[in-house]
């Protein structure tokens, strides 16, 4: 954790204990979903999947540019990275009222994503993702909120002025804002419903379960033509099951090329 001017920089590992620290002395209902647009990868100077940018001078230009509008601070009350870290800004702490969406920021937490996550944009880096789902969690867990579309709000929800329409709807949103590939799905509700909502679920369902990541009752039997052969597990909503067991139960054959990382499965006949 690195203090530094108006923000505090930490690791997605220290998020949660952070958090548990803090007093909330305001009702917050709604956490919103952004994504900066710019700055983005591209500003933040990715080689090799490393920013060149320094953490502070982003979020320092962010606010200059947040004040340059006549706002009184950072906009947002917290900034993920494609890193994964997390900072907190200090001059719009988790109690004070963000500028995030206009009109609609009373009892609100604006959480701004850095990147460009519009349709040809950034490619959300694995980190950030898993960052991401678990700062919602983690708010969720602490706010006592359950994830679902009117809890966890996309910017594009929202008319300029404030007035929620509950989906993107072009023409009408103000922005396409956390994007059109948010999340890989985009910015609908529908979008947000069947992917970023289950997968904060999961993940706050994991924290609740004292964060392990196998609970006993994930683990599930395989059978295969009503024969038991082997156990799997559900983890975050996905199942995964042994596929040699399974495969060669049902009578084809599994190599698997360690180069490649490539698992191919033949079966003589098919
Ligand atoms: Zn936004």
């Given at each position: 954790?690195?203090?530094?001017?108006?923000?505090l920089?930490?690791?997605?590992?220290?998020f949660?204990?952070?958090?548990?620290?803090?007093?909330?002395?305001?009702?917050?209902?709604?956490?919103?979903?952004?994504?900066?647009?710019?700055?983005?990868?591209?500003?933040?100077?990715?080689?090799?999947?490393?920013?060149?940018?320094?953490?502070?001078?982003?979020?320092?230009?962010?606010?200059?540019?947040?004040?340059?509008?006549?706002?009184?601070?950072?906009?947002?009350?917290?900034?993920?990275?494609?890193?994964?870290?997390?900072?907190?800004?200090?001059?719009?702490?988790?109690?004070?009222?963000?500028?995030?969406?206009?009109?609609?920021?009373?009892?609100?937490?604006?959480?701004?994503?850095?990147?460009?996550?519009?349709?040809?944009?950034?490619?959300?880096?694995?980190a950030?993702?898993?960052?991401?789902?678990?700062?919602?969690?983690?708010?969720?867990?602490?706010?006592?909120?359950?994830?679902?579309?009117?809890?966890?709000?996309?910017?594009?929800?929202?008319?300029?002025?404030?007035?929620?329409?509950?989906?993107?709807?072009?023409?009408?949103?103000?922005?396409?804002?956390?994007?059109?590939?948010?999340?890989?799905?985009?910015?609908?509700?529908?979008?947000?419903?069947?992917?970023?909502?289950?997968?904060?679920?999961?993940?706050?369902?994991?924290?609740k379960?004292?964060?392990?990541?196998?609970?006993?009752?994930?683990?599930?039997?395989?059978?295969?033509?009503?024969?038991?052969?082997?156990?799997?597990?559900?983890?975050?909503?996905?199942?995964?099951?042994?596929?040699?067991?399974?495969?060669?139960?049902?009578?084809?054959?599994?190599?698997?090329?360690?180069?490649?990382?490539?698992?191919t499965?033949?079966?003589?006949?098919?």
């Amino acid at each position: 954790m690195q203090k530094k001017g108006n923000f505090l920089l930490m690791d997605k590992s220290e998020f949660r204990g952070w958090l548990a620290g803090q007093k909330i002395t305001r009702t917050i209902t709604k956490m919103q979903v952004h994504h900066t647009a710019s700055p983005n990868y591209v500003t933040r100077r990715m080689v090799n999947g490393v920013a060149q940018q320094d953490h502070f001078a982003c979020l320092e230009g962010m606010r200059n540019y947040h004040l340059s509008e006549g706002w009184s601070g950072t906009g947002q009350n917290i900034t993920t990275f494609e890193d994964g870290k997390i900072a907190i800004s200090l001059d719009r702490d988790l109690n004070a009222t963000p500028a995030g969406i206009r009109g609609a920021n009373t009892g609100a937490l604006c959480i701004e994503n850095v990147g460009n996550f519009d349709k040809g944009g950034d490619t959300m880096t694995p980190a950030q993702r898993e960052t991401i789902v678990h700062l919602y969690a983690c708010l969720c867990e602490k706010l006592g909120l359950t994830p679902s579309v009117n809890t966890i709000v996309y910017h594009a929800w929202y008319t300029a002025d404030g007035t929620w329409l509950g989906d993107y709807s072009a023409g009408k949103s103000s922005k396409t804002c956390p994007g059109t590939n948010f999340w890989g799905a985009g910015n609908t509700k529908a979008a947000a419903q069947s992917t970023f909502i289950p997968a904060v679920a999961a993940e706050l369902a994991r924290l609740k379960n004292g964060g392990s990541d196998v609970k006993k009752d994930e683990i599930v039997a395989v059978k295969v033509n009503g024969k038991k052969i082997a156990e799997g597990i559900v983890d975050c909503g996905v199942t995964y099951i042994p596929v040699r067991a399974v495969a060669e139960a049902l009578g084809a054959n599994v190599a698997y090329d360690a180069k490649t990382k490539m698992v191919t499965i033949t079966k003589e006949g098919a």
